[in-house]
């Protein structure tokens, strides 16, 4: 239904085109057939998102969504849910990316101070109510029918009170090219410090046109974030190089606080308190049972632990520097304490973790191995027949560096060892060829692909 222009969601609404599409997620531009108001619909596939353990990750989104009414902020009208389909009914912002702005070349000052204004004051607000959003980039920045900018995406956003004992989150997220050193550092960090670097890194990219911080070598990318290494191109103004210097400060306790930005002379200059709106206190919606959307029954009403949730194999974030510190001959231990480089064997894959646990799941029954899929992210494997040392078991540990792109690291946990190096080589490797990208220990060791939209471009300032 959701891919025929002109079909009617709920009786509600009047699908249009597709603006946008996700491994889990497309999105559609609507229209409300009472009132005519254009809106923005993402249409998350259920299956897909309770196969990989997502449910916890969209309730989070539902969550902070709910919680963050701001005009800097993409608004969500309401949250619907058939027996396959969530259903995001959200604002339209006609302007589209800010990035499909800045990859055509670097913004005028004013320009681009506008938008950084119209950043701050939206994240601001956001921190207010204990939210991280964890993700910022050019991309999540949308643009209404004036031109005013507006924060989406809180997929990988946080609260407050999901922080550990430690007051610190440590699920590293975030798109390589704008995240702060301490997250790749992956010892735990604060979410709020971690999103001002980003909007340094976003403000010198509509300054520059390009990124700061950016080297087809990622190992060489992560070293140059780790000591904030990057030039100012000349058309800099010193206020704006000054501020962004503050900003993009390696150590997160002495970095620029979003009120130290607010109060700096370049930030304050041209502020039009009219268009830019720094507010603290805004009414906060009732709250939502989240609970209810995953149900597979028909809308909004949800079991909370069927079967199928008990099963979903919860994937692990992992970004690209971790899965360089996991290949092989890299010495990291220079860039950052505390990396463990274990002997498991690995492999890369170029495809969504639902494609990959289904790929596993079908070698498991040509070798009659039980399955059991593990909410920490592990499939576990078990012989049906007891060799020398016992029965066979295997894990099988999955690891998201993006959606499209993951790291899966394999392991005997019990029976013997020279059962498994031969079902290894013998069925599962051989049974993978078609999903793997690469294969840790192999002699040739390729880049890790390109992530989409990271480099917005490559030319460097003269």
Request: charged share 30%; proline share 5%; net charge positive.
């Amino acid at each position: 239904m959701m891919d025929t222009k002109g079909a009617v969601l709920i009786q509600r609404y009047e699908i249009g085109r597709l603006l946008g599409q996700g491994t889990f997620a497309k999105v559609y531009h609507a229209r409300n057939i009472k009132t005519g108001v254009s809106v923005a619909i993402k249409v998350i596939d259920k299956d897909k998102v309770l196969k990989v353990g997502l449910i916890d990750q969209i309730k989070r989104e539902i969550s902070v969504m709910r919680r963050v009414r701001h005009p800097h902020v993409v608004e969500l009208y309401e949250v619907m849910a058939t027996r396959t389909k969530i259903y995001f009914i959200l604002e339209y912002a006609k302007g589209g990316e800010l990035f499909s702005k800045v990859s055509k070349g670097k913004l005028t000052e004013d320009v681009a101070r506008r938008y950084f204004q119209q950043l701050i004051a939206a994240v601001d607000y956001c921190h207010s109510r204990g939210v991280a959003h964890r993700d910022l980039k050019p991309e999540n920045l949308l643009l209404d029918d004036d031109g005013n900018l507006k924060v989406s995406d809180f997929g990988l956003s946080a609260l407050a009170e999901s922080k550990r004992q430690d007051g610190l989150l440590h699920t590293t997220c975030g798109t390589p090219a704008y995240v702060a050193p301490e997250v790749i550092n992956r010892k735990g960090y604060d979410g709020m410090k971690a999103d001002i670097w980003s909007c340094g890194v976003i403000l010198f990219v509509l300054l520059a046109g390009y990124l700061p911080f950016h080297d087809p070598n990622l190992i060489e990318m992560y070293r140059k974030i780790g000591k904030a290494e990057f030039k100012f191109p000349n058309w800099f103004a010193p206020e704006a190089r000054k501020l962004i210097l503050k900003i993009l400060e390696p150590n997160p306790n002495t970095r620029i606080s979003l009120v130290k930005i607010m109060e700096s002379s370049w930030f304050r200059k041209g502020l039009d308190t009219k268009s830019i709106c720094i507010i603290r206190e805004m009414r906060e919606p009732p709250p939502l049972d989240t609970d209810s959307i995953f149900s597979p029954e028909s809308s909004s009403s949800c079991s909370r632990d069927n079967d199928h949730t008990r099963e979903s194999c919860k994937v692990s974030n992992l970004n690209a520097f971790d899965i360089i510190s996991y290949a092989p001959g890299f010495d990291l231990s220079g860039l950052f304490e505390g990396t463990d480089q274990k002997k498991e064997v690995r492999f890369t894959a170029k495809k969504p973790a639902f494609t990959i646990i289904l790929k596993l799941e079908e070698i498991a029954r040509r070798l009659r191995l039980k399955v059991q899929k593990k909410d920490d992210g592990i499939m576990k494997f078990e012989g049906s027949r007891a060799g020398r040392k016992g029965l066979l078991g295997i894990d099988a540990e999955i690891f998201e560096i993006t959606p499209d792109f993951h790291l899966v690291e394999m392991k005997k946990t019990n029976g013997d060892t020279l059962e498994y190096q031969k079902v290894l080589k013998e069925d599962i490797r051989p049974g993978l060829k078609d999903i793997v990208w690469a294969w840790q220990g192999e002699h040739t060791h390729p880049q890790p692909p390109q992530l989409d939209k990271d480099v917005i471009q490559q030319n460097q300032p003269p």
